[in-house]
C-alpha cells in the first residue's frame, strides 16, 4: 500500500493543508458527511414523533432499556480496546495492538449478537417494522422508525467488524509499525465515531 | 485564476449556501423565532467557519499527533470510567419523576456530554491542528438548523 508515503511525516512537522496526513482527512471528510447522514435519520425521527406522540410508548415499555444500557457499556469498552491499539502500536508494542484489535473486534461482534437477541425478542412480541404485523403497544411507526435508526448504525458496527478483522489481519502480518500506523488510527476514528453515534442513538430512541 | 482569488470565491459559494440552508430550515419550520434565530446563528457560525477554513493564513505552530500530547497518551481509562458513570447517570435520570422536557434536556446534555468526551480523547480531536477542528465542527451548524426546523414543525 501507498500508506508509508501519505504517513511520511516527520514528527513536529506538519503537512501543509489541514496539518493531517492524508488518510486521516480523508476519514474525518467522511464521517462528517456521516454526521449528515444520522442527522436526516434523527430529523425524520424527531418530526414522525412530535407528529405522532400516541404512537410511541415510555422508556422501558417496550424497549429492553437495562439490556441495551450493557450493550450500550459494551460499545464503550470496545472503543477502549480499539484507543488501547493504537497505544500499543504508537509505543511499538505490536503484541498488544493484536490483541487489542482482536477484543475489539470481539466486542464488536458481542454487540451485534446482543442486538440481534434483541431483535428477535422484540420481533416475537410483535415489535415489527412491518404495519399489517405490528402487536405491540404503541403504533407501527415506532416500530419503523426504531429498526430504521438502530438497523442503519447496526450496518455501521458489522462493516466496521469486518474492516476491523481486516486491520487485525493486517497487524498478525506485521504491516503497521511505531512509525507508520495510520490504518489503526483511521480504523480507530470510524470505529469511535461509530461508538458516538450510538450514544446519541441510545439517548433518543430508549430513554427519551 | 490566482490562488487567493480561487479561496475566496469558493468562500462566498459557501458563505451563500450555508445562508440558503439557514432561509430553507426557516421556511421547513414556519415563521416561528426559534427557527429563525437557530438558522441566522447557523448560517453565521457557519459563514465564519467556512471564510476562516478558506482564508490562506500561516501554518498553525502548534505541534499535533504525538507531539501535542507530548509522546504520552491519554487517560483513555478514566475517560471509559466518565463515559460508564454518564451513562448510569443517563438510564437513571430517564425514569426520574421529572417533567419530561427536564428529562429530555438532561439527557440530550448528557448525551452531548459523552459524544465530545469521545471526539476530543478517543477520536484525539484535542491533539489536533486548529484547522481541524474547524473542519470536524463544520457540520454542526447545519446539523443544529436541521433539527430546530423539524423540532419547530408542530408549533
Redesign the interface.
Known amino acids: 500500500m501507498s500508506q508509508s508515503a501519505t504517513m511520511a511525516m516527520p ?2 512537522r ?1 503537512m ?1 493543508g ?3 496526513y492524508n488518510l486521516k482527512l480523508g476519514m ?2 467522511f464521517l ?2 456521516e ?2 447522514f444520522f ?2 435519520l ?3 425521527y ?2 414522525l414523533r ?2 405522532h406522540p400516541d404512537a410511541y410508548t415510555d ?2 415499555t417496550v424497549l429492553n ?2 439490556l441495551t ?1 450493557f450493550n ?2 459494551v460499545l ?2 470496545s ?2 480496546t ?3 491499539a493504537f ?1 500499543a502500536i ?1 509505543a511499538g508494542d505490536q503484541r498488544g495492538l493484536r490483541l487489542w484489535l482482536l477484543a475489539t473486534v470481539a466486542l464488536g461482534a458481542f454487540f451485534l449478537s446482543v442486538q440481534g437477541i434483541e431483535y428477535f425478542k422484540l420481533a416475537s412480541e410483535g415489535f415489527v417494522p412491518i404495519a399489517s404485523l405490528y402487536a405491540a403497544e404503541g403504533a407501527p411507526l415506532y416500530g419503523a422508525t426504531f429498526y430504521t435508526l438502530t438497523g442503519f448504525h447496526g450496518a455501521h458496527v458489522t462493516i466496521g467488524v469486518l474492516c476491523m478483522s481486516f486491520t487485525s489481519f493486517k497487524a498478525f502480518r506485521g504491516a503497521y509499525t511505531q512509525a507508520d500506523h495510520g490504518g489503526v ?1 483511521i480504523m ?2 470510524y470505529w ?2 461509530v ?2 453515534v450510538w ?2 442513538l ?3 430512541v ?3 | 485564476m490566482h490562488e487567493s482569488t480561487l479561496r475566496r470565491t469558493l468562500s462566498s459559494f459557501g458563505a451563500v449556501g450555508l445562508f440558503l440552508g439557514g432561509a430553507d430550515g426557516y421556511l421547513i419550520g414556519a415563521a416561528t423565532v426559534p427557527v429563525l434565530v437557530g438558522a441566522l446563528v447557523g448560517a453565521f457560525i457557519g459563514t465564519g467557519l467556512a471564510l476562516l477554513g478558506w482564508q490562506p493564513r500561516p ?2 505552530e502548534a ?5 501535542a500530547r507530548h509522546g504520552k ?1 491519554p487517560n ?2 478514566l ?2 470510567a466518565i ?2 458513570v454518564l ?2 447517570v ?2 437513571s ?3 426520574l419523576a421529572l417533567a419530561k422536557v427536564q ?2 434536556i438532561a ?2 446534555v ?2 452531548v456530554w ?2 465530545l468526551l ?2 476530543l ?4 480531536l484535542k491533539f ?2 486548529r ?2 477542528w474547524l ?2 465542527a ?3 451548524p ?2 443544529m438548523i ?2 430546530l ?3 419547530t ?2 408549533w
Open positions: 514528527a513536529g506538519t501543509p489541514m496539518g493531517v474525518w471528510v462528517l458527511s454526521v449528515m442527522t436526516g434523527i430529523g425524520a424527531i418530526i412530535f407528529a422508556p422501558g432499556v437495562p444500557a450500550t457499556f464503550i469498552c472503543s477502549v480499539m484507543v488501547k497505544a504508537e488510527e480507530g476514528l469511535h465515531f461508538d458516538l450514544i446519541i441510545f439517548t433518543i430508549y430513554l427519551i | 501554518q498553525d505541534p499535533a499527533g504525538p507531539a497518551q483513555y481509562v475517560i471509559w463515559l460508564f451513562t448510569i443517563e438510564v435520570v430517564a425514569f428529562i429530555i439527557l440530550v448528557l448525551a459523552k459524544a469521545v471526539a480523547y478517543y477520536m484525539h489536533e491542528p484547522r481541524m473542519l470536524a463544520s457540520p454542526l447545519l446539523a436541521l433539527v426546523a423539524v423540532l414543525e408542530g
